[in-house]
């Protein structure tokens, strides 16, 4: 079963018009007119805006904006001493190479991710995702409970049936190559097309968002 057919305009127009969908929408836009302004994603002046659309879209940790900042600072700074991840820049998830990347792709993840990174005590994959997405929307997706619900239901992805699927690394790294063929199957150009301007993997989570929430 593909997400992206006949239908996909349509669920990018049910999510555009969802109330929730057009304040997402806001956010998003906001933070890639930052990121195209300042040019390099990975530099400190960037981080102020990942944290504005982390928190805008819904991450919440004790403290607030104020608890999150030194922890989202110091993630970044690791990861970007660490991971090799200046190698995505300009890259998208229709034409990378995700089988090369993987080793960044899942060292990325498991800097931001662990309790005691982005939260003093709980894990954030959710977050990880967001934040990951933020600085290469055309590559990352936002996983959340409602992705993790329809990449399950379609792919038969090891996620539980649960508000905790069972997040991790390995588990987002087969979210990104089981959109990579379906945006490849569908066509790169067609895939774009759905919403000229906005990333790519932007395009394909309001639809697999749509999807999971109506499951």
Known sequence: MAFLDTNARALIDAYNRDRHGQRYNRTAEAVYA?????GDPLSPQFERH????????????????????????????????????DRLRDLSLSTADLAALRPI????????APAGRLHPSKESHVAATKTL????PDLFLIVDSNVAKAIREHFGARF???TQPGYCSDKY????QEA?????????DRFRGLEPGT??????????????RRL
């Open 50 to 85: 990942i944290l504005d659309g982390l928190i805008r879209f819904g991450i919440r940790t004790k403290g607030g904006r104020a608890a999150l900042k030194p922890r989202l600072q110091g993630c970044l700074e690791a990861v970007r001493k660490t991971t090799g991840l």
């Open 199 to 212: 990333p790519e993997a932007r395009i394909f989570d309001k639809i697999v968002f749509v999807v999971g």
């Open 180 to 188: 990579q063929r379906e945006i490849r199957s569908f066509g790169a």
């Open 34 to 38: 930052a990121r195209r302004t300042l």
């Open 105 to 112: 792709i899942t060292s990325a993840y498991d800097h931001l």
């Open 160 to 162: 539980r049936r649960s």
């Open 173 to 176: 790294f087969s979210c990104l």
């Open 133 to 136: 997405h933020w600085l290469f």
